[in-house]
């Protein structure tokens, strides 16, 4: 395919006008000038526009569509307490398929290929990532609550769901998701990380978010909550920190060392009150970050465009310096970066990678003027939007095309949502 610009995310974040792809068998097999394209037998489909990586998303609850504004102005433990779990008790097994694939849609239909995904309902979930298409890693919620199961029993039920779905459909991947350092005993964290080890499986867990949780740990615990994952072994695996808002130098040295990931959510952490991510510090200290939506209930919307944004924004003004965090560095948080935090191959287009790109029109008033490369670099970092998105490939596989889902029956799916969302509301 032939497009106007092709914004590979690569090593050098380089950009091809004009630029072409070719993909076979769901792999990239070639990126580049578009009159080296061999004419005997090869299909040239002339796309126009930018076209770059599909979007990953690193932190989200996306079933939660059917709570979208719920408790709004409430700080996260009242939030969680007053508005989130109480609905969440109510919610079956088909709530939840509803629910997240309206998420899985409006995700692709943004231009987000990939998402890592913290929820109960697994059976669910894994229905409806499948279904729409999408790249999904899926780490069912693990935690102790008054009246919910046990720790342990939600233990045993993730690796159930491991062994009896990680690999589905060829883009479905399977973890664990502990919920957070204060919904679990110090033992349960534990018991966690040895099952997630002993499968080479993403732990994915809210870390650090708030300055009231990390008060609630040092009461129970004496100590941080990184210190209490560095202690029963937590941090030895494969580990993704959602947040990481409220933690220190010592605690970012050490996540550093035991090569943890932080999935960045300014969104959702600006209109919870939370705080903002120290990003700048994280980065410079070796800590791979990538970009998370979290819950549409708490940002309201599922739009890695906005999360660039934020996270450039907040980086260059608590810096108090517009180098704190460049352009294509924006860029590549939301791609390549988020693909890495994840330990995936996504995100870029070089050769030998899956083939998850996105297709986006420039024919819009966010594009004018474009004088050089640089500029449309800014167009699509500081402009882009999901509407502009008109085609999506996951595996090589169109998902979207001219704007039109090709997985998904919006019409009916947002139907169920309303309807389903209203009775959960008690209305």
Known sequence: MVAD???TVDASDAVLAPGAVEFEDGVITWVGDPSSVAAAGTEVRVLGGIVMPGMVNCHAHSAMTLMRSAGDGL?????????IWPREALTSDEDVFWGMTLGADEMLANGITTTCEHYEHPEAVADAVVASGMRCIYTPGIFELPGAKSWSSLLDEACRIFDEMDGRGGRL???????????????????VAEEAQHRDALLQIHLCETEAEAVVVMERHGMGAVAVLDSV???????????????????????????????HCPASNGKLGSGIARLRALMDRGVRVGLGTDGPASNDDLDLWEEMRLAAMLARSVARDPAALTTAGALRLATRGGAEALGLSVGALEVGRPADLIRLRTDDARFMPSVDLTELLGHLVWA???????????????????????TIDREQTRAEVAQRARKLAGR
């Open 233 to 263: 072994g937590a941090l030895d695996g494969r580990v993704i920190g959602a947040h990481g808002v409220w933690l220190d130098d010592a605690e970012m040295q050490l996540l550093a060392e035991r090569d943890v990931a932080i999935a």
């Open 75 to 83: 700080p996260l433990d009242r939030w969680l307490n007053e508005s």
């Open 5 to 7: 610009a092709v914004f």
């Open 173 to 191: 991947s399977v973890g664990f998701g502990p919920h957070a350092v204060y919904t679990m005993p110090a033992d349960g964290l534990a018991a």
């Open 384 to 406: 882009g939007a999901g509407y502009l998105v008109t085609d999506v490939w996951v595996d090589g596989v169109p998902v979207i095309a001219g704007g039109a889902s090709l």
